[in-house]
């Protein structure tokens, strides 16, 4: 069974910074993209930042582009993303997800196969 589990979420500062990671199980993920998304409050759901399987290619959302980093650790089978200069608008729960088929570099959310529960970021004022 395929499981996305998510930490490091809590509560920060504006101007500050916090790294969040999400753990794989289950299956080969150092041939799949990853990404992360975010959904604020009353918000749909955003695209943030996604990782190829190879760790060579990264994207960014518009908003957070520079200030974010996405990573990965293929021996972990873990990614992470570094937020700096964080915001209140980044507020959000932060979801993990997974490329629905292996090798693709995906970073949009119907492409995504596998999803982790999330983790809340809350950044104030």
């Known amino acids: 069974q395929v499981q996305l589990v998510e930490s490091g979420g809590g509560l920060v500062q504006a101007g500050g910074s916090l790294r969040v990671s999400c753990a794989a199980s289950?299956?080969?993920?150092?041939?799949?993209?990853m990404a992360w998304f975010r959904q604020g409050p009353g918000k749909e759901r955003e695209f943030v930042a996604a990782i190829s399987s190879s760790g060579g290619a990264t994207s960014y959302g518009k908003s957070v582009k520079g200030r974010f980093t996405i990573s990965r650790d293929t021996a972990r089978n873990t990614v992470s993303l570094q937020m700096n200069e964080l915001k209140p608008e980044d507020t959000a729960v932060y979801y993990c997800?997974?490329?629905?088929?292996?090798?693709?570099?995906?970073?949009?959310?119907?492409?995504?196969?596998?999803w982790g529960k999330g983790t809340l970021v809350t950044v104030s004022s």
């Open positions: 289950g299956r080969t993920f150092s041939l799949y993209s």
């Open positions: 997800a997974a490329g629905r088929s292996p090798l693709a570099f995906f970073t949009t959310e119907n492409d995504m196969g596998y």
